[in-house]
């Protein structure tokens, strides 16, 4: 049977994890149940990676309706980037380089990256951030995880844990191009010291800084925990529907000197040659989300956690084609007055409906000198995608008002196991060792969007990740670590869709220095990624604005991140962070005019060397706080080839935050006024954008000449947005 070795190391650990009841006893620390579910993805100061981590107050500081990649903008190495230029509705982000499909991304453990793509889409958790406990951000490597590998970062993610008394807040926001914000919470409490419930709905929507990259956005999430000494069971229910206008066409260099709110998405002439913009060129989806959680200690050594979880995709994208080929959309052509119509304004809709399912458990040993976790998951995805043609301007085809023009279906295993473990040798060193086993079987088969295009998948993959480290502690301030990691990932859905990818595979290596004392930290670290068949950004994007990849064969990212907190007093502090980097593609190879041209080491796209940020507090008294946030991103290529055309600027973005509190007013336990001004020097500047060619043999028959375009996204200028949580 296909995956009778999966399902039988799967129930092989299944089976450890209750047979492990050992009836020692040990003086130690209380286990945290809570944490015990991500305890097996996340790593603390005594783990040689490179990590941040963003508790619950860092995130409701600035939480007024933008996007998670938006609130992890001013974390080390990472860059934001929003389509509708506020940060709400579609968002990306980038860590040391990597998009987000390099960054793996999970929710209690859970992989939330679509196994498909291995894209994240931050769309579809609105308003999450107002369910999240805390989040960790590992850079690198990182250690095992569930789902895809990682290799820029990873995102772990924990959402609320319970609270032992009753609760209820309101929370409400309003800012620029309409945005606006509406969040209810309500939490019983413990009942009878073991049970607790809480709830929240949620309401976001704006008009986009761009014209009709509009949001609307509706989420909800439910939770129910019972509780004891040693057990913890939680189950979960969360998700929400978008619809968002597209905004994925970009302004020119040129455009962008005119009307820089201008969205070429959706604009059509008709008939009669009048310029026209469909309304309904948008996004569509829904993402519900089950999560069940058990965790037991078994006794004061072990600690078990397993994990069940189910999420079900549906929606499309909604997109005018303007003058579109009849031929091309498989439909005929036909008599109009004794004319023969070839093309038509066309009406499609490309869905995606998938279901996500699987386990994922862990089994924790720990004693004063030694923790042990043995875990892995077992993941299936199985999903279909199909275009229509809903509409076309000549009136109903025989075959509308809807005809399929392509269609494929998707399945996809995923397995993996671990061990991983930390030794403490003395009050001083410490080792680090994780190994994992992943084995992936990848079938699709289909007909694709450009006629003629056979999606015809069918292939399994293995992969032994190997990390390794050690970290030394000569006191109670400092601590050096170095590790090795090793990375493997299979191709996703794009790729085969544009050639024949290979796995790519990465060497990781960090060296690191932390430093504490009650007033300060600085960490610091620099890290050498030595890629394989690394799957690169090419620039250019697909049918539907989706990112176009390919193997750049050999190519590495060497890099120094620096960060810091510094209390300067009871009022001022700062928190710096600087990460210097060189990404190169190593001997480099372009058709440009038809001929195979060799360019040496190129930049790797999307790559700025330098990315700084800062966060500057000042606290005159506990009612008030004022935080000046700066970022700081270096000028970065496009593309692979060096292209001026493909060159994007830097830019220096500064955001003003400012919070009142007021404590037990009435009845309430609090008020909280925030009030945030993005942009506040109104610099106009572009954070994102594509880079293509194609090659131009018809202007001149019998000469190819390469021709070069780029589009950017235009960012919104200075804005506010004003908030107020009351919780009662």
């Not at 875990?375 to 005809?403: H, M, S």
Request: hydrophobic share 35%.
């Amino acid at each position: 049977m296909k995956h009778s070795f999966c399902l039988s190391l799967m129930l092989f650990c299944l089976g450890l994890a209750n047979a492990q009841q050992a009836t020692d006893s040990l003086q130690g620390k209380k286990v945290d149940l809570d944490e015990v579910v991500v305890s097996a993805l996340r790593v603390t100061q005594e783990s040689p990676v490179t990590f941040s981590n963003l508790d619950k107050e860092d995130i409701a500081q600035s939480n007024l309706g933008q996007d998670i990649p938006v609130l992890l903008n001013y974390l080390p190495s990472v860059v934001s980037t929003t389509f509708d230029g506020t940060g709400i509705g579609y968002t990306d982000i980038r860590i040391r380089g990597a998009d987000n499909s390099r960054i793996n991304v999970t929710i209690n453990g859970i992989p939330y990256n679509d196994a498909d793509s291995q894209t994240t889409f931050f769309v579809n958790l609105q308003d999450f951030a107002s369910s999240i406990e805390n989040i960790q951000v590992q850079r690198g490597v990182g250690t095992s995880t569930n789902g895809a590998g990682a290799f820029g970062a990873s995102i772990n993610i924990l959402t609320d844990n319970y609270s032992k008394d009753a609760f209820g807040e309101i929370s409400n926001s309003f800012g620029s191009f309409g945005s606006r914000k509406h969040t209810v919470k309500l939490g019983t409490g413990l009942i009878k010291d073991h049970f607790a419930f809480s709830g929240r709905l949620s309401r976001i929507a704006s008009d986009g800084y761009v014209d009709r990259a509009f949001s609307d956005l509706s989420s909800y999430y439910l939770d129910g925990v019972y509780v004891d000494d040693n057990t913890l069971v939680k189950a979960l229910v969360f998700g929400g529907n978008e619809r968002t206008g597209l905004s994925f066409a970009g302004l020119t260099r040129e455009q962008l000197e005119g009307d820089r709110r201008f969205n070429f998405d959706g604009l059509f002439i008709d008939r009669n040659g009048n310029t026209q913009f469909y309304e309904d060129q948008t996004d569509n989806f829904r993402q519900d989300h089950y999560q069940l959680h058990w965790t037991q200690e078994f006794n004061p050594f072990w600690t078990g956690s397993l994990s069940l979880h189910y999420t079900d995709n549906r929606g499309f994208f909604e997109q005018i084609n303007d003058d579109g080929s009849l031929e091309f959309f498989r439909l005929p052509n036909f008599d109009s007055g004794g004319e023969t119509v070839t093309t038509a304004d066309l009406v499609t809709r490309s869905h995606i409906v998938a279901d996500f399912y699987g386990t994922v458990f862990s089994l924790n040993y720990r004693t004063e000198p030694i923790e042990l976790i043995f875990g892995g998951g077992l993941n299936r995805y199985d999903g279909g995608q199909f275009g229509e043609v809903i509409n076309i301007d000549f009136g109903l085809l025989p075959e509308l008002p809807t005809f399929v023009f392509f269609e494929n279906d998707t399945d996809k295993w995923d397995f993996n196991i671990y061990a991983k473990g930390t030794f403490k040798l003395g009050k001083t060193v410490s080792l680090f060792g994780d190994l994992q086993l992943r084995n992936v079987d990848y079938e699709a088969s289909g007909t694709l969007f450009e006629p003629g295009l056979l999606l015809d998948v069918d292939e399994t993959y293995t992969f032994f990740n190997p990390k390794a480290g050690i970290t030394f502690r000569p006191n109670a301030n400092q601590s050096l670590y170095f590790s090795y990691a090793r990375g493997n990932r299979e191709p996703a859905r794009v790729d085969f869709e544009n050639g024949n990818p290979e796995p790519e595979s990465l060497n990781d290596f960090e060296l690191g220095w932390r430093y504490a004392s009650s007033s300060f930290q600085l960490n610091a670290n620099v890290y050498y990624l030595d890629f394989t068949n690394q799957l690169v950004l090419t620039g250019a994007l697909d049918e539907v604005g989706f990112p176009i990849r390919q193997n750049s064969g050999s190519s590495f990212r060497l890099g120094l991140e620096v960060d810091a907190q510094w209390n300067i007093s009871d009022k001022f502090s700062v928190r710096p962070n600087l990460a210097l980097s060189r990404n190169r593609n190593r001997d480099f190879f372009f058709e440009r005019d038809g001929v195979l041209t060799a360019l040496g080491n190129t930049n790797i796209s999307f790559s700025p060397e330098v990315v700084a940020g800062n966060v500057f507090t000042y606290s005159p008294s506990t009612q008030w706080t004022f935080s000046l946030l700066s970022k700081y991103v270096g000028e970065q290529f496009l593309g692979n080839i060096d292209s001026p055309t493909s060159l994007l600027d830097d830019y220096f973005v500064s955001d003003l935050n400012i919070q009142f509190r007021l404590d037990k007013v009435a009845f309430l336990k609090y008020i909280i006024f925030t009030g945030q001004v993005n942009n506040i020097f109104d610099l106009e500047y572009e954070n994102n954008g594509f880079f293509f060619t194609f090659d131009d043999d018809f202007s001149n028959p019998g000469t190819i000449t390469t021709v070069e375009g780029a589009g950017f996204y235009p960012q919104a200028g200075i804005n506010f947005l004003l908030g107020a949580t009351v919780r009662f």
